[in-house]
């Protein structure tokens, strides 16, 4: 199975700040990379999908970057409801594997 | 807005069999372009895929617990299921269903997911 690898498992911030938060795979993925936003209770929404292209609906200040094994997603412009916990996902092979989720809080 | 809700019981005992179904809104899972599918999280762990169906039925399943799972549609309820047999302790988890678009192999659209556990 690929390992999928988040850093940090936790980030805190303040409203206005730009984060990146990194994923690393253990092996070549190409671009089948996306990034989830998760809230308690919720279900997850879909940010980003083959590394960098945007989700209908999903606000421009979410961007990723990456390819082959190391991914990147940053969020600009912090607002208060990015405060959440973001995991990625690799879509390259089956099984599909997951980042630990990386914990994004009010500083 | 397509919407998805899963629903079964949220104890399972030990060794017993662990039922859920997905219903599916707002879209039809007989869609050519979709996968429908299950997706795990134990408590304080990662999330883990359990595996898929597609609109002819043809099933994806994780092999680390391929041998106890089994996902199947009802296509005149637009709702599929999962079963998985034989749980144990290490099977409690949050339950997401979701579907995944073939187009970007993403999973788009989940649910909020139901807590199961296996206890006595």
């Known amino acids: 199975d690929i390992q999928m690898t988040q850093s940090p498992s936790s980030l805190s911030a303040s409203v206005g700040d730009r984060v990146t938060i990194a994923c690393r795979a253990s092996?070549?993925?190409?671009?089948?990379l996306n990034w989830y936003q998760h809230k308690p209770g919720k279900a997850p929404n879909l940010l980003i999908y083959?590394?960098?292209t945007l989700q209908s609906g999903v606000p421009s200040r979410f961007s990723g970057s990456g390819s082959g094994t190391d991914f990147t997603l940053t969020i600009s412009n912090l607002q208060p409801e990015d405060f959440a916990t973001y995991f990625c996902?690799?879509?390259?092979?089956?099984?599909?594997?997951f980042g630990r989720g990386t914990k994004l809080e009010i500083k | 807005q397509l919407q998805l809700q899963e629903s079964g019981p949220g104890l399972v005992r030990p060794s017993e069999t662990l039922s859920l179904t997905c219903t599916v809104s707002?879209?039809?899972?007989?869609?050519?372009?979709?996968?429908w599918g299950w997706i795990r999280q134990p408590p304080g762990k990662g999330l883990e895929w359990i595996g898929s169906?597609?609109?002819?039925?043809?099933?994806y399943y994780n092999p680390s617990l391929k041998s106890r799972v089994t996902i199947s549609a009802d296509t005149s309820k637009n709702e599929f299921s999962l079963r998985l047999n034989s749980v144990t302790a290490a099977d409690t988890a949050l339950y997401y269903c979701?579907?995944?678009?073939?187009?970007?192999?993403?999973?788009?659209?989940w649910g909020q997911g139901t807590l199961v556990t296996v206890s006595s």
């Open positions: 707002g879209g039809s899972i007989r869609s050519s372009n979709y996968y």
């Open positions: 169906i597609d609109y002819s039925g043809d099933t």
């Open positions: 979701a579907r995944r678009a073939a187009v970007g192999r993403k999973f788009d659209y």
């Open positions: 996902q690799q879509s390259y092979n089956t099984p599909y594997t």
């Open positions: 092996q070549f993925i190409s671009s089948y």
């Open positions: 083959e590394a960098s």
